[in-house]
């Protein structure tokens, strides 16, 4: 599959040109005259120019989104639910040019950016369904039963920052924005620099739903320039990425007091149990570990396997592995696509070339293939990899993924728990009772059993997020969209002031309280009593 890279036109093969690229860039309100070049992976050729957004255009963008909001939030959130599902209908209808920014951005195979495609429609029917509910008033337990009432109500931050990466960046910027805008936010939306394409087209098509125009901005960037004044001008940020950026925004959101999700990397391990079936357990990892060339924060990078099955898992895995074809086309033909950039690349080159200086061996892969294109690398297995070796502790967001035997579940699980993150976890078992009950024990915000990570992913009713390092907050679900709510509470009381009435000594109304007080007690004990007094 030999590619002259040099000589490739890569807009030829899709249904986009320079001239499209560059209208999209020009819905980016920005004065700074400076520019980012984005570039396509499959070629490494500059593909269009964006603004480098500066502090005044951001400020500008917050501006225009915190006027904007007030009338969004003033319609019912059954109609904003309305607009999104709208909007989910155009991404449904757009798809091929939506795929066509992602492969160009990205350099993914297209088997792999269709899982992007898919999931926009997904959360939007999800949150127009249930967004309504989550936000609707609620009646509480009083102060004192029958006396007093309290009921919570559900009002928007008022402006969202959502910060994405560039490995997913069509779904990692809409499941924040998603929740946002159902619960009545505008959003000011910075993709990362490498894949600014995509958001644009999306915010595109958001204003064709009918989402007025103000409500979504993208001011495009560099994080180091745009973060502060992002996270200094919201009153939420919602950021995806590394672990390290995510503790700058935590400290610039800790400064601000306003509040954060953070969702970070991952090691993640798989463990196959003794009773699993290895042609199901290995053509799961192969999805685990190699979806969109392991750049995947979710992507198993450690395989822990019962030592009875070891040899013929591997014999599997590898065999499966092998069979993957690599390529760039914008086709569904290859199975895995290329990393984004040289950096990706040089960082996969190193912790596989690192582990086996420290004795790893390679069972495939393992080399760049520059022929396929720039930044390709095949699928890499690695054994006999040291404990304290960089690709056994770090994350590598590439497509390497170590395997080693173990003796037992109990050492598998120990293992597994052996990181500072704990974003995700697969187990494979032929008994899923079994597996469901070891889950409990692994330190992960999810754990997949028999699946690598799509049924947790696509849970979308079920929050998701990490332990550890691998992030603070949760989305999806109830938890998604609470995080772009403030909640108040309005209390009332029937009989005035709640303090002594003015016949009454301070130690008779003390005594009163008291005993009114362990009353309360006693009625807590019976759930049922609560409930009626409240
Ligand atoms: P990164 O942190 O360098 O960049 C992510 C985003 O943050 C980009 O938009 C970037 O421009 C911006 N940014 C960078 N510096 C900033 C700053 N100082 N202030 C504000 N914004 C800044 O991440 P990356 O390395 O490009 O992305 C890959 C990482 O993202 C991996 O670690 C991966 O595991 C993680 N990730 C996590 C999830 C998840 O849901 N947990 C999903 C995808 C990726």
């Known amino acids: 599959m030999k590619q002259e890279t040099t000589t490739r036109d890569v807009f030829a093969e899709t249904s986009l040109s320079r001239q499209r690229l560059a209208r999209l860039s020009e819905l980016v309100d920005a004065t700074a005259d400076d520019e980012l070049t984005v570039r396509a992976p499959a070629t490494d050729e500059p593909i269009g120019t964006v603004p480098a957004c500066d502090e005044n255009d951001v400020e500008r963008a917050v501006e225009r989104a915190r006027s904007a909001q007030r009338g969004w939030a003033d319609l019912s959130a059954d109609r904003r639910g309305e607009l999104l599902n709208r909007f989910a209908d155009l991404v ?59 009921e919570v109500t559900s009002e928007p931050v008022g402006v969202v920052g959502a910060i994405s990466p560039w490995n997913y960046p069509l779904t990692l910027s809409m499941v924040d924005i998603i929740p946002a805008l159902v619960a009545g936010n505008a959003v000011v939306l910075k993709p990362d620099e490498k894949t600014p394409f995509i958001a644009l087209a999306l915010v595109e098509l958001l204003d064709r739903a009918g989402v007025p125009g103000d409500v979504v901005q993208v001011v495009t960037g560099r994080g180091a320039d745009v973060g502060p004044s992002l996270v200094g001008g919201v009153d939420y940020i919602a950021f995806t990425g590394s672990t390290e950026t995510g503790r700058i925004i935590a400290e610039q ?40 060339a392991g750049q995947l924060c979710l992507a198993a990078e450690r395989i822990y396997v019962h030592e009875s099955l070891f040899e013929e898992f591997l014999d599997a895995f590898v065999g499966a592995t092998r069979r993957l074809s690599l390529g760039t086309e914008f086709t569904y033909g290859p199975d895995v696509g290329s990393l984004i950039d040289e950096d990706q690349l ?98 992960c915000g999810t754990v997949c059993v028999n699946d690598g990570y799509v049924s947790g992913w696509a849970a979308i009713d079920a929050p998701m997020g990490g332990f550890g390092d691998s992030g603070l907050g949760r989305r999806h679900g109830r938890a998604g969209i609470e995080r772009f709510l403030e909640s108040r509470t309005v209390a009332s009381s029937r ?20 005993a009114l007080s362990r009353f309360q007690r006693q009625l807590s004990g019976v759930p049922v009593f609560g409930r009626w007094f409240s």
């Open 92 to 150: 449904l209808d757009h798809q091929d040019e939506l795929l066509d920014i992602v492969q160009l951005e990205t350099g993914k195979s297209r088997a792999h950016a269709v899982e992007e495609v898919a999931d926009v429609p997904l959360n939007c029917s999800y949150y127009a369904r249930h967004g309504p509910d989550y936000l609707a008033d609620d009646s509480r337990q009083g102060a004192i039963p029958l006396a007093t009432t309290a």
């Open 495 to 514: 009989v005035g002031p709640l303090t002594e009435p003015p016949s009454v000594s301070s130690q008779w109304y003390a005594r009163g309280l008291l």
């Open 346 to 443: 040089a960082r996969v080159e190193d912790h596989v070339s690192s582990a086996v200086e420290d004795g790893a061996t390679v069972l495939t892969g393992g080399r760049h293939r520059p022929d396929v294109g720039p930044f390709c690398y095949e699928p890499t297995i690695l054994t006999d990899v040291a404990a304290d070796t960089t690709v056994a502790c770090e994350e590598t967001f590439g497509p390497v993924v170590t395997v080693e035997s173990v003796p037992d579940a109990e050492t598998a699980v120990t293992k597994a728990n052996d990181s500072e993150y704990g974003l995700n976890a697969s187990v494979w078992t032929g008994d899923r009772d079994r597996g469901r009950a070891l889950a409990r024990e692994i330190d």
């Open 253 to 292: 959101a800790g400064r601000n007091l306003i509040g954060c999700s953070l969702e970070l990397g991952g090691n993640n391990p798989l463990v196959v149990l003794d009773d699993a079936n290895v042609e199901t357990a290995a053509r799961g990892a192969v999805q685990a570990c190699f979806t969109n």
